[in-house]
């Protein structure tokens, strides 16, 4: 189905005849038939149209495979969107807020897109393939709001999430198993940089990318050829360690490192029902994505007011004292909880920093770096509610940040 605006200018592409969604709501991945003997717990969680296993044993085990060896998530489910045409890298400097001319071919973009307001629609990674080829993958659906966002631009953009299927290979020995694959070319990939690698005469698209904060890579090919990488990838990895992970042990590696997810740490701009509650990138920390030299993008008016006036809200990364998680706990500037200043939207209990770590949202009065903070922490033990109240340090950067993250090349774990 294709759209055209008043310019006689293709908007979108969009082919549903893979899929019949009105008979079917949920739908296996590429990968399925690898997953499933793996899922000895059988809890499958849905990921928009697709089946994603919680955990597949144990995912305090699934987890250590990330920070110890490697760990592969499968990312079909992620959505994808291939933006082609001559307005192509205009039209994305347009939409996101970050200086999209400085982008190289080869090279991965971390990116928010706003509304006119400034609050954020979402985040999400955009590859450049070529000179006027980009797939742009985030969380959530968002073919309308690219839609409209392109009248006037020479642009088609086709929604081809269940046209690639993608695996996350993360861990110390990621690249040593990739190599090990014969995919030795790969060892030159900077952080955020892609390349184009042959598995079996079929085209990979690898990139130096991920959710966990650690050493590792993202692998993106057609669904015909899952299976065939998936056992590869397995055989290269036995020497080293490797195990396929669900979304509880990426959920506790993502909190390490300080990542966002839409719908938990902050609330879409384009789905929130009451006024105020959705956040700029300025109150979520990522200022460092906001361009103000470029002359125009999506919500430029509304953040350039909000930098000189001060935001209403601030980020935070909290060491919170003890070992109960601090989930969703309301933030507190004292001890014995007399003034509220925010709350918790993100919390787990550390394995590898063998600590309580919590993101959370407090008035920019408050949260900058050394001050102490409250959180009033509920926990259930033996049928009863305990209440205590822990003291939390407020950090700078994330809690897990591994120099093998950066190397290049990578070592081999």
Known sequence: MSEMNRHGITRGTVDYSAKDHYRTKVFPSPFYSRQEPLNHVKE???????????????????????????????????????????????????????????????????????????????????????????RLCSQERHLDWLLASAIGFDVEIRHETDEVAGLAIQGPTAFAILERMGLGSIRDIRPFGLAEVNFGGQPIVLSRTGFTGDLGYEAWMAPGVAGAFWDALFEAGSVTGIRAIGIDALEIARIEAGFLTAGVDFVPADTAVRPGKTRSPLELGLEWLVDFTKPVFNGRRALAEEWRNGSRWRLVRLDVEGNKAAKDAYLFADARGRKQVGFVTSAAWSPVCKQSIALGTVDTGHGQPGD????????????????????GTVIDGPFWNPERRRLTPPGLY
């Open 44 to 134: 499958w969680g849905r990921w928009a149209d697709y089946l994603s296993p919680r955990e597949y044993s144990c995912s305090d085990m699934e987890y250590f495979a990330c920070r110890n060896t490697c760990a592969v998530f499968d990312l079909t489910p992620m959505t994808k969107y291939r933006i082609t045409g001559s307005d192509a890298l205009a039209y994305l400097d347009r939409l996101v807020t970050r200086d999209m001319q400085k982008v190289a071919v080869g090279r991965v973009a971390y990116a928010v897109w706003c509304d006119d307001a400034g609050q954020v629609i979402d985040d999400g990674t955009i590859f450049r393939l070529g000179d006027d080829d980009y």
């Open 372 to 391: 102490t903070l409250w959180a009033e922490i509920y926990y259930r033990r033996e049928l009863h509610w305990e209440r205590v109240m822990a003291r």
